[in-house]
């Protein structure tokens, strides 16, 4: 889950542990200053009739590590993004001090925390079907007579294959989060959460000294079959079951996942581990500054080159103490630096006063990367189970839930990071700044495939200086394809350089006709050419002839939001675009109207040209 989704959260509903009251009333004057609705329920309280899967939910839990458990429970299955204020004392996962939490959720809204999407852990048997954060362990039942204490045997298989008899109190499946728990009380490894879903099986207290802990992949599928009665505990007992000999349970990856969200008030993974473990590598306050060189930091390039925390503007020039938070000197660590990993944003980041146009630009395209990744959750979610859909002004001009959700995500993010920018959305009123800079913003292109359950629709999110495109990324959901350009510097999809094809045969090549209504580019050129696709993205299809698997694109008519992204792209490509008659190609955005455009590889374009003309006058639509 992209933290940028998180900046049009409308709801929040905290679980609350007892003598939290302090927290709650600085959390309900927070809401209410922000028109965010706060429901608050006990720990152990069902939530089902405040939470609403229509709004944007975020969920807090306000106690320890337990309160927090109990929030994965109730928010992981329902896919909302859980927040830990930590009342308790030794926290691992509610990592935000009650001090920090309207600054931290100020950070969230801003659309600028992260999300960890953490691995759980599965469990099915006869008695038993349950998913934990932490861990299951397995372990014998305690006797009432201390002295009859015995050793529990366990036989235990990965994908059917046997790894052999467990002997001991027993055994811990953990997750990476759970790793600093039982399984590392047990000698098992601290596995570094982030990005990471392995599972491992750790023996408690076996007398065998050559076994050891054994990692495995989330889809391994880990069987236990007991050879005496045993508990099995599920994160420390919020679920329990006896196992009678001989049961067997199966134990793998958990298919959802859980989302943690991660602000810059966070301790760092290591720091949080230095002070709880007391870990003898270093002393807490012993840290050294990155070994990322400033100039490493600035564009970007070290492990979390392109996260939000990286690029958001920060006190860095002022403070370069504290690089991360400057509302916060007390912390010196960013979410960034807390190890998530980058979006595919390239882009340098760090704009400051003074900026050049360039850094402007780069960082104009690391926010409209991440903004339509984050479009591209809710359209994934929603693509193909689309029912309400609404007609605009014919039978094939609609709009869904999804265009608006979608919609909401990008022009939040974009106000959030630039509020003097004027915004162009094909689903919201025009705010045109014709002297300055304009987002133009298609939040769904190709909706008739989407709504039909079609892979082929895109995001597409331009920046125009004084109405020149200059900035455009396209954002591809399905196929989590990312095209960006920056007009005159390149092109790129997933980061790689691309261009148009050289090809200079029409009977060699590939088209793409965009709205045709009367078939004039079908009819003239299917014959002469390898053969004319339609897709039903036109954004898209500019990003085709930008890679070179089309040589050339036509739009019968196009609105801006339409192109204005791809035609960045394309041109930066090395295409030629021009209207159908092969002038300049050039469109209006304070009106409604809508322009041909005919994009080709460059040699191809006086031949299509040519055809197009003949194609046009033939049934007298010379325009
Ligand atoms: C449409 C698509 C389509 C093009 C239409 C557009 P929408 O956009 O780009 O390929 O031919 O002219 O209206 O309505 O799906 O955003
Ligand atoms: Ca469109
Ligand atoms: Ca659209």
Redesign the pocket.
């Known amino acids: 889950m992209q933290g940028r989704r998180l900046a049009t959260t409308d709801e929040i509903i905290a679980i609350v542990s007892p003598n939290s009251d302090d927290v709650v009333a600085r959390l309900e004057s927070w809401t209410t200053a922000r028109d965010i609705t706060l429901s608050t329920v006990d720990v152990g309280d069902e939530i089902d009739e405040r939470y609403d899967p229509n709004r944007a939910t975020l969920g807090i839990t306000i106690g320890g590590d337990g309160t927090f458990l109990e929030g994965i429970k109730t928010f992981a299955p329902r896919n909302v993004p859980q927040l830990g204020v930590n009342t308790g004392t030794l926290s691992f996962l509610a990592r935000v001090e009650p001090d920090d939490l309207n600054a931290a959720l100020d950070e969230v809204v801003q659309g600028r925390a992260k999300v960890d999407s953490r691995q759980q852990v599965a469990v099915t048997g006869s008695s038993v079907d349950a998913t934990g954060i932490n861990d299951v362990t397995v372990k014998h039942v305690p006797p009432e007579n201390p002295v009859d204490s015995k050793v529990t045997q366990l036989d235990v298989y990965a994908d059917d294959e046997y790894i052999g008899e467990f002997e001991g109190t027993g055994l811990a499946v953990s997750t990476p989060t759970g790793s600093t728990g039982i399984s590392l009380s047990a000698n098992g490894p601290i596995h570094y959460p982030v990005d990471n879903h392995t599972l491992q099986l750790v023996p408690l207290h076996t007398h065998q000294l050559g076994v050891r802990p054994i990692v495995v992949s989330p889809s391994t599928e880990l069987r236990i079959v007991t050879r005496g009665p045993a508990t099995l505990l599920v994160d420390g007992g919020r679920t329990h079951t006896r196992l009678e000999t001989g049961e067997s349970v199966l134990l793998t990856g958990a298919d959802r996942l859980a989302h943690v969200v991660r602000t810059s008030y966070d301790d760092h993974f290591f720091t949080a581990i230095a002070k709880k473990l007391g870990w003898g590598i270093r002393a807490v306050d012993d840290q050294p500054s990155t070994p990322r060189s400033e100039t490493d930091r600035a564009l970007g390039s070290g492990p979390h080159s392109g996260t939000i925390s990286s690029a958001i503007p920060t006190a860095t020039e002022a403070d370069p103490a504290n690089p991360a938070n400057p509302a916060n000197p007390a912390k010196s660590s960013s979410v960034a630096d807390a190890g998530e990993t980058g979006s595919r944003s390239d882009s340098p980041a760090v704009p400051s006063t003074g900026r050049d146009d360039r850094t402007t630009l780069e960082y104009a395209r690391t926010v409209a990367t991440e903004a339509a990744e984050a479009a591209g959750e809710p359209l994934r979610e929603l693509h193909g189970q689309v029912d309400s859909i609404t007609v605009k002004s014919d039978k094939s ?2 709009v869904t839930e999804a265009d608006h959700q979608a919609n909401r995500i990008i022009t939040t993010v974009i106000d959030n990071e630039f509020p003097e920018h004027g915004i162009v959305s ?1 689903e919201q009123p025009r705010r045109n700044r014709a002297d300055g800079y304009t987002w133009v913003i ?1 939040p ?6 989407f709504a039909h359950g079609n892979p082929n ?1 895109s995001v597409s999110i331009a920046l125009l200086d004084c109405g020149t495109p200059v900035m455009g990324v396209v954002y591809v959901p399905e196929t989590d394809e990312l095209f960006s350009a920056i007009a005159e510097v390149g092109a790129r999809r997933d980061g790689d350089p691309i261009e148009t094809t050289d090809r200079d045969r029409l009977d060699e090549s590939m088209l793409i006709s ?2 045709d209504p009367d078939g004039t580019f079908l009819s003239h050129f299917y014959q002469e050419s390898r053969g004319v696709r339609r ?5 898209l ?1 500019l990003c085709y002839l930008a890679s070179g698997s089309a040589d050339a694109t036509w ?1 019968h ?3 801006p ?2 192109i204005a992204a791809g035609l960045v792209i394309a041109r930066a490509a090395g295409a030629t675009i021009t209207d159908e008659r092969g002038e300049p190609f050039t469109f209006e955005l304070e009106t409604d109207d809508r322009t041909a455009l005919l994009g080709s590889n460059g040699p191809l374009h006086p031949a299509l040209l040519g055809h197009l003309k003949t194609g046009l006058s033939d049934r007298g639509a010379d325009r």
């Open positions: 001009d609609i094909e298609d769904l292109d190709g909706t008739g495939n629709y965009g709205y897709l039903g993205s036109a954004a299809n739009e008519d196009t609105h939001w339409d």
